[in-house]
């Protein structure tokens, strides 16, 4: 198999692939923001189109759902049709969304832009990669043209809280959505001028059953994931989705196993590379993200800072994505094999520290000490994402580059979706044991503090000192599940080298 470029990369000045780097990252930048933003226009949103519960849940959840659920199939359709003609439409589609989310006059048509947006997004996201993979076939280029993806694709969901945070005081909250039409149609722009298109040339027709079972059992395991605090974890709903999510993706491996041309040949899964890069995505993408969302809301409901305070303030954790993803470099270039383990070991054990200190705070934590771990958890993380995601790209063929990119986002969008649930379920429920009371809602109690007859002052510092408890437990628990999974990959990596040293001496 081969990869068709109209203009070859290895040809190309070096400028301008920095060029396509640079409007392929705008792309990764602006679905980060467009996943977030939504976030902080939530309150004006609800005080201008008056949605019920069960529609404001939606508006939040069908981009999850719809991108989680049709990333792997886009992946695999950009191999087949061109990664540029993919990451265009997937960009226009974005800014048709914002124009219409902007407009929108109901809940049902806000929604609505959220699943186009989220369709948008699922196409743009593995040609980002793939766009980047291609423009840089020498190895050391590649490496880092990855670090920079990965340093881009963490700081895109810090800044949209921030961005929009801004938009919705000075603007509106439909401004924080048409904020993101200009930048689209801009890049849409810009890809079309500088992107060389790429394809796979021998390409097998799309798989539809393949695309079909898994973007219902993705879309299905995102949505069971993402009700699961909301409803219940063992209401009948989020039960009867994980069973469903279960069997859908059960058909899909076999289906894979079994097809003459399939969506995802399941050998590509096998090296132990791949899988450990992937498990690797998936945890720091769950204790990560889901660790940042707690910290806002002890920023918020603890030290009383304002939504936009609360994002400007974790600006820090961006900082350190790029150093983390930078000190990547030297690791993957230098250490061939092994360096990307001993960037995962590095990683593991800056983000240690980052959660040992976070299982320090108190109810009056100084910011310097905020800005500290923010500083660790960004580092700890863009070292592991880079090392990660080389090590799953390197398992890919260039023809595949799509799929690969699609597998390594899947995963990613699964572990923010699994953190974020069951990081914020423990910590509600530790915090309703602290208060003395299962039905006690501590985020509902501090969000009523500055209401007009809300709790008492003694109520609020109860629920202060609970919320903090139960932060300060979810902390020493991802720092004791980082250290036990660094044991193994310090372990199989002393052994692999033990191994290559062995090897070298025994040679005549």
Known sequence: MSVQSIAEPAHA?????????????????????????LNVAIPAMQRALHPSTAEVQW????????????????????????????????????????????????????IGSRVVQGAGCALMMPATLSIIIDV????????????????????????????GGWLVDHASWRAAFWSSMPVALLAAGLAAWLVPESRDADASPLDHRGALLSTAGLGTLVWAVVAGPKHGWTSPSVLAAFAGAALLLTAFAVWQARCRAPMLPLALLSAPRVRLGLAMMALISALVFGSVLILNLYMQGVLDYSALRSGTRTLPATAGMVVGAALALPLLNKLGRFGDRT?????????????????????????????????????????ILAAATEMVMAAFPGERAGLGSALNDVTRQVGLALGIAVQGSALSAIAARRLHGPGDDVNALLAAAHVPGGP????????????????????????????????????????????SREARRARP
């Open 343 to 383: 960037a995962i070991l590095a990683g593991l054990t800056i983000l240690a520290a980052a959660f040992a200190l976070l299982a320090t705070f108190t109810t009056a934590a100084d910011y310097r000490a905020l800005a500290v771990y923010l500083v660790l958890l960004g580092t700890g993380a863009g070292v």
């Open 136 to 163: 840089f076939p020498e190895p050391h280029l590649r490496r880092r043209g990855i670090a920079v993806w990965a340093a881009v694709a963490g700081v895109g969901g810090l800044l949209g809280p921030v961005a």
């Open 456 to 499: 008492g002052p003694a109520a609020v510092a109860a629920a202060k000192d609970a919320f903090v408890h139960g932060m300060t437990r979810c902390a020493l628990a991802g720092a004791v599940l980082v250290g036990a999974v660094a044991v193994p990959v310090a372990w199989s990596t002393a052994r692999t080298l033990t191994r």
């Open 59 to 110: 508006t939040v959840d069908a981009f999850a759902v719809v991108m989680a659920g049709t990333v792997l199939a886009a992946g695999s359709l950009g191999d087949r049709v061109g990664r540029r003609r993919v990451f265009i439409t997937g960009l226009l589609l974005c800014a048709a969304a914002s124009a219409a989310g902007g407009a929108a006059t109901s809940p049902g048509q806000m």
């Open 13 to 37: 000045g070096l400028a301008r692939r920095w060029a396509t780097t640079a409007v392929a990252c705008s792309g990764l930048l602006l679905i980060g923001i467009d996943g977030t933003v």
